[in-house]
C-alpha cells in the first residue's frame, strides 16, 4: 500500500458519505440546491 | 429554568426545546469525538515528526524533512524539486484539511445555525477574544484554518473575529508555542509568543477598522447589521422536533462540507504550489548573506514568511536549519512569526469572504508584525552581542557552534568532512 493512501483515501471516503447524505436527507420545503435537485432527479419527482 | 434535585444539590436541567439548542448539543458532542480522533491520530504524532525533523537538521548530514531538501541533488531538476515539495506539502496537510472542512460544516450546520446569536455579540473585543480562544482549539495551520474562519465569518464572528481565529489557530497554538520556547533561546522563543499574542489580539481588530473606512466595508457591515437583525427575530428559542432538527443540522453540515471542500480545495491545492515554488528560492550558499543579523534581513525574512504556507509547525525545523546556516536571530524570529501566520494559501482563501481592502490590511498588518518583532530582536541582539540568541545552549547547538568557529561556515565544515570520510581520490 502507497505511503500516501490514507491521505488518498480519508477524503475520498469522508466527502462522499457526505455528498450521499445531502442527497439522501430531504430539504425544507420551497429550499432548492444541488442536492434537492439530485434527490429529485434520482427520485423521479 | 426547572430544577432536578440530586441529594442536597440543586441541579439546574437545560431545557432543549429550540432546534438551535438541539442542535448546539449534537455539534458540541461531534465536535469532541472528530476533535479527540484528529488530535489522537494527527497532532499528538505531528509533535514526533517535529522533533525527527529537528534531529535531521541538527544530524551531521542534513536530509530532508517535510518535502524540504535544502541540499539540492544535482540530478534533480528545480521543477522536479517544486513538484516534489508541494505534493509533500499537500500530503502532509490533507488531514488538517479534511478536519478543517468538516469543523466548516459543522460549525455552520450544529454551533451557529441560523436563527444562533452566540457568536456575533460581544463588540469587536469579544469576538476577537472568542476568536483567538477558539483558535489554539483547532490548532490547524494558516492554510487550513481557512474553511473554519469562513464559516465562522458567515455566522457573524465579524472581520475581527475571523482574524483572530486564523492567528490563534497557526500562531498560537500551544504545542508550536512550547516547542519554540523549549528549541530556540528565551529571546527568539518569547519572540514567537509575544508576536503571536499581538497578531491573535490587535491584526483582527485594526483589519476590520481598516475595513470599515471603505464603502464596502461599510456596505458590508450594514449587511451584517442585518443579518444580526435576522437571527434576532428568528430567535434561538424557536421550538423544533429533534427529529427535524437533527435531519436539518445534518443535511446542513453535509452540504456546507462538501461546498467548502470544492469551492477552496482546488484554490488551495494551486496556492500550496505558488508557495511551494517561493521556498525553492532558498538556497544554502546565500542564506547568511541574504537574511544575516541586520534590518535588511529582516525584511527579506517577513517577506518570504508571508510569501510561503507552511504545515502547522514546519516553521520551527525550517527556522532551526536556516539558524544553522548562517541565519541572523532577528530575521529568524520574523520568519518564525511570518512563516506560520499566512501566505498564498490563506490570502487566497480569506480573499473570498472580505474586501480587498481588508485583505490588504491583513497581508501587510502581518508583515509588519514580523517586521517589528524582528527589529526589536535585532536590538536587543545587538546590544549583547556576547550572547547566542538562536538555540538554547543544548549539546547539539553547541557543537555546531564549535564546529563553525573552527571550520568557517557550517555547510562547508560538513563538505568537507564529507570528503575526509570517503578518503584520499588515488589516480591511476
Redesign the interface.
Known amino acids: 500500500m502507497p505511503e ?1 493512501w ?2 488518498a483515501v ?2 475520498g471516503v ?2 462522499t458519505t ?2 450521499i ?2 442527497v439522501a ?4 420545503s420551497g429550499e432548492t ?1 444541488l ?1 434537492s435537485k439530485l434527490r429529485r432527479l434520482i427520485g423521479g419527482r | 429554568m426547572e430544577r432536578l434535585d440530586r441529594g442536597s444539590f440543586r441541579l439546574p436541567a437545560f431545557t432543549l426545546s429550540s432546534g438551535v439548542a438541539k442542535k448546539r448539543l449534537v455539534g458540541l458532542t461531534l465536535m469532541a469525538v472528530i476533535l479527540g480522533l484528529f488530535f489522537a491520530f494527527n497532532r499528538f504524532p505531528k509533535l514526533d515528526t517535529v522533533q525527527g525533523d529537528l534531529d535531521v537538521v541538527s544530524g551531521a548530514v542534513v536530509e530532508c524533512f517535510q518535502g524540504f531538501c535544502i541540499e539540492r541533488a544535482p540530478d534533480t531538476s528545480f521543477v522536479a524539486r517544486w513538484v516534489d515539495f508541494s505534493v509533500t506539502y ?2 502532509l496537510v ?2 488538517g ?2 478536519f478543517a ?2 469543523m466548516a ?1 459543522l460549525a455552520e450546520a450544529f454551533l451557529f445555525p441560523p436563527g444562533s446569536r452566540l457568536w456575533s455579540g460581544g463588540g469587536v473585543l469579544g469576538r476577537t477574544l472568542k476568536g483567538a480562544a477558539l483558535g489554539p482549539l483547532m490548532n490547524l495551520c494558516s492554510a487550513c484554518i481557512v474553511p473554519v474562519s469562513s464559516a465562522l465569518r458567515r455566522s457573524g464572528a465579524g472581520i475581527e473575529g475571523t482574524i483572530a481565529l486564523v492567528q490563534g489557530s497557526s500562531t498560537m497554538n500551544i504545542p508550536a508555542l512550547s516547542m519554540s520556547a523549549l528549541i530556540f533561546a528565551p529571546l527568539l522563543g518569547g519572540s514567537r509568543v509575544v508576536m503571536s499574542v499581538v497578531g491573535a489580539l490587535a491584526i483582527g481588530p485594526a483589519v476590520a477598522w481598516i475595513a470599515r473606512r471603505g464603502h464596502e466595508g461599510a456596505a458590508e457591515e450594514a449587511s451584517e447589521a442585518a443579518q444580526e437583525l435576522q437571527n434576532m427575530v428568528m430567535g434561538e428559542d424557536l421550538a423544533q422536533p429533534w427529529g427535524e432538527a437533527m ?2 443540522g ?2 446542513e ?3 456546507s ?2 461546498t467548502y ?1 470544492f469551492r477552496l480545495g482546488p484554490i488551495m491545492a494551486a496556492a500550496g504550489f505558488a508557495s511551494g515554488l517561493v521556498i525553492q528560492f532558498i538556497d544554502p550558499d546565500r542564506v547568511g548573506t541574504f537574511v544575516g543579523n541586520d534590518f535588511g534581513g529582516v525584511l527579506i525574512a517577513a517577506t518570504l514568511g508571508i510569501l510561503i504556507n507552511v504545515p502547522l509547525m514546519f516553521e520551527i525545523p525550517l527556522v532551526a536549519l536556516l539558524l544553522l546556516l548562517g541565519m541572523g536571530v532577528a530575521p529568524a524570529a520574523a520568519l518564525l512569526f511570518a512563516a506560520a501566520a499566512g501566505g498564498p494559501v490563506t490570502f487566497w482563501g480569506l480573499s473570498r469572504i472580505m474586501p480587498m481592502r481588508a485583505m490588504a490590511g491583513f497581508i501587510s498588518l502581518t508583515w509588519l508584525v514580523a517586521v517589528a518583532g524582528g527589529l526589536v530582536v535585532l536590538v536587543v541582539a545587538l546590544s549583547v552581542p556576547s550572547l547566542d540568541w538562536g538555540f538554547r545552549p543544548t549539546d547539539d547547538a553547541a557543537e555546531y557552534r564549535a564546529a563553525e568557529r573552527t571550520d568557517g561556515p557550517l555547510w562547508q565544515a560538513l563538505e568537507e568532512q564529507a570528503l575526509e570520510d570517503q578518503g584520499p581520490v588515488t589516480g591511476e
Open positions: 500516501w490514507l491521505e480519508l477524503p469522508v466527502f457526505l455528498f447524505v445531502w436527507l430531504p430539504a425544507r440546491d442536492g | 499537500l500530503q490533507t488531514v484539511m479534511t472542512f468538516l460544516g435531519r436539518e445534518f443535511r453540515f453535509a452540504r462540507s462538501v471542500f
